[in-house]
């Protein structure tokens, strides 16, 4: 009888280790708020990120982040930017695309896109890449994401 409480108190202490140890990670939460139209700057942002994200992660810490996008940074969304954007500009946003499509996929960065600025930039809904939800207007997901905790960083 008492070997079997033995056993019921080890399990119930390793448990407790295993919760005060998930309940000590912090999580960081942020939004990052996109409209610059400085190619070599959104670039940058995009790296900056996956960086950020990684240095949150080896602490073992969680980072949960999401991205908005309107105004002129929106091209980097398209599947056509190099039809959109400066000739000078298609290097750096396709670079730029290409870190934001690894924080989408593999990262689990939420990527929203306003519609309006889509319209305004002559980008088509079927053109935009396939991990991009698009919003109605990214200023309500912004604050909404602030409403529900989220840091507000900006790029502009």
Same mark, same amino acid.
């Given at each position: 009888?008492?070997?079997?409480?033995?056993?019921?108190?080890?399990?119930?202490?390793?448990?407790?280790?295993?919760?005060?140890?998930?309940?000590?990670?912090?999580?960081?939460?942020?939004?990052?708020?996109?409209?610059?139209?400085?190619?070599?700057?959104?670039?940058?942002?995009?790296?900056?990120?996956?960086?950020?994200?990684?240095?949150?992660?080896?602490?073992?810490?969680?980072?949960?982040?999401?991205?908005?996008?309107?105004?002129?940074?929106? &091209?980097? #969304?398209?599947?056509?930017?190099?039809?959109? +954007? %400066?000739?000078?500009?298609?290097?750096?946003? /396709?670079? @730029?695309?290409?870190?934001?499509?690894?924080?989408?996929?593999?990262?689990?960065?939420?990527?929203?896109?306003?519609?309006?600025?889509?319209?305004?930039?002559?980008?088509?809904?079927?053109?935009?890449? &396939?991990? #991009?939800?698009?919003?109605?207007?990214?200023? +309500? %997901?912004?604050?909404?994401?602030?409403?529900? /905790?989220? @840091?507000?960083?900006?790029?502009?």
């Amino acid at each position: 009888m008492y070997s079997d409480w033995g056993s019921r108190m080890k399990r119930l202490l390793l448990l407790a280790a295993l919760m005060s140890g998930i309940a000590g990670a912090d999580e960081y939460k942020a939004v990052f708020d996109c409209s610059s139209g400085d190619a070599d700057y959104i670039k940058s942002r995009m790296w900056l990120i996956g960086k950020t994200m990684d240095m949150i992660e080896q602490k073992g810490d969680k980072a949960t982040f999401a991205i908005t996008l309107h105004g002129n940074c929106v &091209p980097m #969304v398209s599947k056509a930017y190099d039809e959109i +954007v %400066d000739d000078e500009d298609e290097e750096a946003i /396709g670079i @730029a695309q290409k870190r934001l499509q690894t924080l989408a996929t593999k990262r689990h960065v939420k990527v929203i896109a306003c519609a309006m600025s889509l319209d305004v930039n002559g980008i088509e809904k079927k053109e935009v890449l &396939p991990f #991009v939800t698009i919003s109605p207007n990214s200023f +309500v %997901d912004t604050i909404r994401f602030q409403n529900n /905790g989220y @840091a507000l960083m900006t790029f502009r």
